[in-house]
């Protein structure tokens, strides 16, 4: 199975940036789908932005124009470049991985991470 390890969480002041990383154990160049999940105390777990291996992306209302979803294949990483933040923003977030593609073969992997916590407080 894909190991999925999150890294860059910590606390922040309102207004400020943070970049959370994501690490792949395999290559993402063909993973379908990359996203962001966070879960806040006493609320559901919410998609907060998503990539597709061709770059296309999709973000929550909440984040768009402060959010920024990107990957790095050559570091087999995605990033979540997190900028005037809230604290409304404070939540665990983890990264996810759908698929995997090769060839004419689609392999699930349906994988998560552990969670990074990012507390956004003055």
């Known amino acids: 199975q894909v190991q999925l390890v999150e890294s860059g969480g910590g606390l922040v002041q309102p207004g400020g940036s943070l970049r959370l990383s994501c690490a792949a154990s395999?290559?993402?160049?063909?993973?379908?789908?990359m996203g962001w999940y966070r879960q806040a105390p006493g609320k559901q777990r919410e998609l907060v932005a998503a990539?597709?291996?061709?770059?296309?992306?999709n973000y929550a209302d909440s984040v768009k124009g402060r959010f920024t979803i990107a990957r790095d294949s050559a570091k087999n990483t995605m990033y979540l470049q997190m900028s005037s933040l809230k604290p409304e923003d404070t939540a665990v977030y983890y990264c996810?991985?759908?698929?995997?593609?090769?060839?004419?073969?689609?392999?699930?992997?349906?994988?998560w991470g552990q969670g990074t916590l990012v507390t956004v407080s003055s």
């Open positions: 395999i290559s993402i160049f063909s993973i379908n789908t």
């Open positions: 996810h991985a759908d698929q995997y593609t090769l060839g004419p073969l689609t392999i699930p992997l349906d994988a």
């Open positions: 990539i597709t291996s061709g770059g296309s992306t």
